[in-house]
């Protein structure tokens, strides 16, 4: 039994620490610029 109230216990503190992230979080919007580009490939060589 106590090691059943350990366990419990051990898992409402994470939940807790996971809301306080979630909710903690800086949110915001995303960045307008950049991202993916092109790639540029060499050419390809004879033999390769």
């Not at 366990?7 to 620490?17: S, W």
């Not at 991202?35 to 050419?43: A, K």
């Given at each position: 039994?106590r090691?059943?109230?350990?366990?419990?216990?051990?898992?409402?503190?994470?939940?807790?620490?996971?809301?306080?992230?979630?909710?903690?979080?800086?949110?915001?919007?995303?960045?307008?610029?950049?991202?993916?580009?092109p790639?540029?490939?060499?050419?390809?060589?004879?033999?390769?």
């Amino acid at each position: 039994m106590r090691l059943l109230r350990r366990i419990l216990a051990a898992l409402a503190m994470a939940g807790i620490a996971a809301v306080g992230i979630r909710l903690g979080g800086s949110g915001g919007v995303p960045p307008q610029h950049g991202g993916w580009r092109p790639l540029e490939l060499p050419p390809k060589q004879p033999g390769a």
